[in-house]
């Protein structure tokens, strides 16, 4: 099978210890209509990425992996390599169809290195420092197994539009079961409850739900998983990509990072998954209507000091 080509392009050349950051930038983002990485929504302006980057090395992280789309990506590396500090880590993957999240994860591979442990994130999401910061201790311990973020179902969603939200089944020891996937969710009642309109019951789902917003923690050992499921798909990059260029329609199949990691467990091999709860809010774009709500948000968590009121704290 063709594996993903990787366009590396560091800032700087630096190497640490600390576990690197897999950022999913390579979205087509067809709800929204634009490229969703650099919506400005911080209290200055702000893109959403530079949120994320920020956050990603206060908590302790040492290096960012950005996955991008030969079509968005040139205008996301001309942003990161001009607007962030010569001291941020950087490197560049490319994935040239859109072939899934675990697609899009194997194409940082080659800028992760041996043996390393890593945590993966959308670009468009902006998950809080506590969050972040949680997850990067958990990694930097040799404390077995995966890890899965999980939030609150309201501490989510800040807008009336309708997202897809990936429930988490977790047993008493706070290891994952499954996650299932409910779309079309709505807030009810300012919040407190959320509908499902996507057929599943029940139809009316708890803020207090754990739920996936895709920011995980992987030791080593997921790339033998993730090499597999590709394998099991059949999706051959080099020769979908040659198809296209002949005139065949972009493929729709995707491999799925929930789908993988749920198969994985179901199956019994490969470490468990341990979701670590948080308090935090996640707070994301999907819709072009969600900017002024969005800003509003992370507006209000810079006036209760939940987030600096700037960028690159402490990073010269």
């Known amino acids: 099978m063709g594996q993903c080509r990787i366009a590396l392009g560091r800032l700087t050349t630096q190497v640490s210890p600390a576990p690197s950051l897999v950022v999913l930038a390579a979205g087509m983002a067809r709800r929204y209509g634009g490229c969703k990485p650099l919506a400005p929504v911080g209290p200055h302006g702000e893109a959403v990425i530079d949120l994320l980057a920020s956050d990603a090395m206060a908590a302790g992280f040492g290096d960012l992996v950005l996955v991008i789309h030969p079509d968005s990506g040139p205008a996301i590396r001309y942003h990161a390599e001009r607007c962030w500090p010569t001291s941020i880590p950087v490197s560049f993957a490319e994935q040239r169809l859109p072939l899934g999240t675990t697609h899009a994860v194997l194409a940082a591979r080659p800028a992760i290195r041996d043996s390393q442990s890593f945590a993966v994130a959308n670009a468009d999401d902006?998950?809080?420092?506590?969050?972040?910061?949680?997850?990067?201790?958990?990694?930097?311990?040799?404390?077995?197994?995966?890890?899965?973020?999980?939030?609150?179902?309201?501490?989510?969603?800040?807008?009336?539009?309708?997202?897809?939200?990936?429930?988490?089944?977790?047993?008493?020891?706070?290891?994952?079961?499954?996650?299932?996937?409910?779309?079309?969710?709505?807030?009810?009642?300012?919040?407190?409850?959320?509908?499902?309109?996507?057929?599943?019951l029940p139809d009316t789902l708890a803020g207090d739900l754990l739920v996936s917003v895709n920011l995980w923690g992987f030791r080593h050992?997921?790339?033998?998983?993730?090499?597999?499921?590709?394998?099991?798909?059949?999706?051959?990059?080099?020769?979908?990509?040659?198809a296209v260029e002949s005139g065949s329609d972009i493929p729709r199949s995707e491999v799925l990072l929930p789908e993988v990691v749920g198969a994985m467990?179901?199956?019994?091999?490969?470490?468990?998954?341990?979701?670590?709860?948080?308090?935090?809010?996640?707070?994301?774009?999907?819709?072009?209507?969600?900017l002024p709500v969005v800003r509003a948000e992370l507006a209000r968590q810079v006036a209760w000091g939940t987030r600096p009121d700037g960028l690159w704290n402490g990073i010269a």
């Open 221 to 242: 050992s997921m790339w033998d998983i993730f090499d597999a499921a590709m394998d099991e798909s059949g999706l051959d990059e080099d020769a979908l990509i040659a």
């Open 265 to 290: 467990i179901a199956s019994g091999i490969g470490e468990p998954v341990r979701v670590l709860a948080t308090d935090s809010s996640c707070v994301g774009v999907t819709h072009g209507d969600d």
């Open 126 to 200: 902006v998950y809080g420092l506590s969050a972040m910061g949680l997850l990067a201790a958990q990694l930097v311990t040799d404390t077995p197994g995966h890890i899965l973020v999980g939030y609150r179902l309201a501490s989510t969603v800040v807008t009336d539009a309708p997202v897809t939200r990936g429930v988490c089944e977790v047993d008493r020891a706070g290891r994952l079961l499954a996650i299932h996937e409910r779309r079309h969710v709505s807030r009810l009642h300012g919040g407190m409850a959320f509908t499902a309109l996507d057929g599943d």
